[in-house]
Nanobody, 119 residues
Framework: QVQLVESGGGLVQAGGSLRLSCTASGQSFRIYTMGWLRQAPGKEREFVAGLMWSGHASKYGDSVKDRFTLSRDNARSTVYLQMNNLKPEDTAVYYC????????????WGQGTQVTVSS
């Protein structure tokens, strides 16, 4: 198993930036993919971004392309989500997630961190 701990959420004005961090512990060496999803009130959970733990392949949701960027620190088993040019519609709880296998569903979740963008 793996445990995921997020940090970095908060309140920011539209146009501002935030960086989220997600650190994995436990069997982090088994991670196949790590990523971020978000859920706004009254909406379904939405894929934000994800990356393959080995290699450099990454993928972004259409609503965040060109504004959000993933990076990682393998030594710290940490993934970062740099969020620039934030918009009020980015307001949501952001969850870090991980998979051990090449499957559709995410297997492990963090507790979530709130991001609020004011207009």
């Amino acid at each position: 198993q793996v445990q995921l701990v997020e940090s970095g959420g908060g309140l920011v004005q539209a146009g501002g930036s935030l960086r989220l961090s997600c650190t994995a512990s436990g069997q982090s060496f088994r991670i196949y993919t790590m990523g971020w999803l978000r859920q706004a009130p009254g909406k379904e959970r939405e894929f934000v971004a994800g990356l393959m733990w080995s290699g450099h392949a990454s993928k972004y949701g259409d609503s965040v392309k060109d504004r959000f960027t993933l990076s990682r620190d393998n030594a710290r088993s940490t993934v970062y989500l740099q969020m620039n040019n934030l918009k009020p519609e980015d307001t949501a709880v952001y969850y870090c997630a991980a998979k051990f296998r090449k499957v559709d569903s995410w297997e492990y979740w963090g507790q979530g961190t709130q991001v609020t963008v004011s207009s």
